[in-house]
């Protein structure tokens, strides 16, 4: 088959030490573990602890996991992508830190930003790179440091997010295997409703904007869970009614994990069994980009060479879309 297909050949992931139970966040704000329990599925959350250590910590981990896992060479990596929503700091990509940290000397390198979208969007990103034919190897990381942006105080977001970082490698593929189709959509009507006031070029950070804790992410949770349950489950059913997919050639759903409510609603819409949805939202909660990665290094064990993977995300902005994937390799 002479057609260039991208695939995933490999996968790396990493989570900080440091557990941040529910139990722990009864302590903090006025919540409790069944309650959190009941409406999002968490259990427990990552938190990356240590001076100067950002979102390029958790990204060059996850790569270097992938790296010793495939004994691939950096050095022969075309490009990194680094989708994150919690850059190290303005202006300076913190995917070309990542990129010269573990050894990609050839590489070029940038940042993707669709918030929980923003890994999804990038497998379509990478995808192109490598269907060129211009490029042969595309490192692309999903990863955040929710910690870094969350209020503590402010119990209806600080239940929900977590840190955390996965990584996967596109090649070509000339089986037929690896991305097959993609519907991403957006609408800017998200914009009020999942986002951080203060710190962008509309509203530069001041003494005002810290002392009113304007650079904390703000959720209006009721609208987002409205709109995230009704997209991604319409972009999962129309991604299967394109490719003449169905409930039993479908072998596993990999959502975005954000919600376990939603997660439900959209396997539901597909028709799925309980047991071809993959989750771990009760150990991570929403590591943002990092969520799609870290399910695939989580149960990598579990795919097969051939194996139909629907891939669906939801993110602010809003963002959302999924994707369809064959799987190129069974695990050694």
């Not at 990493?14 to 409406?39: A, G, H």
């Not at 597909?270 to 929403?286: A, P, Q, R, S, T």
């Not at 999924?322 to 799987?327: E, F, M, P, V």
Request: glycine fraction near 8%.
């Amino acid at each position: 088959m002479n057609t260039i297909t991208a695939a995933i050949t490999a996968v790396g992931a990493y989570v900080p030490d440091f557990v941040l139970s529910n139990k722990i966040l009864e302590t903090m704000v006025d919540t409790n573990d069944e309650w959190i329990t009941s409406r999002t599925g968490i259990s427990e959350r990552r938190i990356l602890k240590g001076d100067k250590l950002g979102t390029s910590f958790l990204a060059i981990k996850a790569a270097e996991n992938l790296i010793e896992k495939s004994g691939i060479n950096p050095a022969d990596i075309d490009l990194v992508i680094v989708a994150t929503t919690t850059a190290d700091m303005p202006v300076a990509a913190t995917s070309v830190y990542v990129a010269t940290q573990i050894g990609a000397v050839n590489a070029f390198a940038y940042d993707l930003q669709a918030a929980c979208s923003g890994f999804l969007y990038g497998m379509s990103t990478a995808s192109a790179y490598i269907q060129s034919g211009r490029y042969k190897k595309v490192l692309l990381i999903g990863a955040d440091k929710m910690s870094s942006i969350i209020d503590y105080t402010d119990r209806a977001t600080c239940i929900i997010f977590g840190d955390g970082a996965g990584a996967v490698l596109f090649e070509p593929n000339h089986e037929g295997l690896g991305l097959q189709d993609e519907f991403l959509r957006s609408d800017g009507i998200g914009r009020e409703y999942l986002k951080i006031d203060a710190g962008g070029s509309i509203l530069p950070a001041s003494k005002e904007t810290v002392e009113n804790r304007q650079h904390y992410v703000f959720q209006d949770g009721k609208t987002v869970f409205k709109y995230a349950v009704t997209g991604m489950a319409d972009v999962s059913e129309k991604i299967m009614e394109r490719n003449n997919l169905d409930k039993d050639s479908v072998d596993w759903l990999i959502a975005h994990q954000a919600n376990k409510r939603i997660i439900d609603a959209t396997a539901h819409r597909m028709g799925l069994d309980e047991d071809k949805v993959l989750v771990n939202i009760h150990k991570y909660g929403n590591t943002t980009s990092g969520t799609l990665p870290l399910l695939l290094s989580d149960f990598e064990d579990k795919f097969k060479k051939g194996d139909n993977l629907i891939f669906a995300a939801f993110g602010g902005g809003f963002t959302w879309g999924a994707i369809y994937l064959k799987w190129a390799y069974d695990k050694q």
